[in-house]
Nanobody, 121 residues
C-alpha cells in the first residue's frame, strides 16, 4: 500500500502565493516521476508540473515563470510553489507519483486525495 497525502491548499487573493506539499509513504522501493495536476469544475484534469528523480522539470505553459516544482527524494515528498496566483488557477490540485513497490514489479501511478486552491478577492 502506498499513500500520498497533500497539504497546503486554501484561499488566497490574486497575486498571492501558496505552497503545496505531497508526501508519499508505505511500501515504496523507488519513485520515478512525481507531478501535480489540477481540475477545475466541469473541466478535465490537466498536468501542471512534473519532476524526475534527477530534477528535470516540465510545466504547463500558463504557469511557467509563476510555479516551481521541487522534490526531496529522501523524504519522498514533492512541492509546488505557486506565486502570482490568478483566479484561473482555482482548482482542486492532485499530486501523483509513479511508484515501484518491489525491484521487479512494474511502476504504478498513485494519486493524492486532492487539495482545493481558490484564488479570489
Amino acid at each position: 500500500q502506498v499513500q500520498l497525502v497533500e497539504s497546503g491548499g486554501g484561499l488566497v487573493q490574486p497575486g498571492g502565493s501558496l505552497r503545496l506539499s505531497c508526501a508519499a509513504s508505505g511500501s515504496i522501493f523507488s519513485i520515478d516521476v512525481m507531478a501535480w495536476y489540477r481540475q477545475a469544475p466541469g473541466k478535465q484534469r490537466d498536468l501542471v508540473a512534473a519532476i524526475s528523480p534527477g530534477g528535470s522539470t516540465d510545466y504547463l505553459d500558463s504557469v511557467k515563470g509563476r510555479f516551481t516544482i521541487s522534490r526531496d527524494n529522501a523524504k519522498n515528498t514533492v512541492y509546488l510553489q505557486m506565486n502570482s496566483l490568478k483566479p484561473e488557477d482555482t482548482a482542486v490540485y492532485y499530486c501523483s507519483a509513479d511508484v515501484t513497490v518491489r525491484l521487479v514489479s512494474p511502476k504504478y501511478r498513485y494519486w493524492g486525495q486532492g487539495t482545493q486552491v481558490t484564488v479570489s478577492s
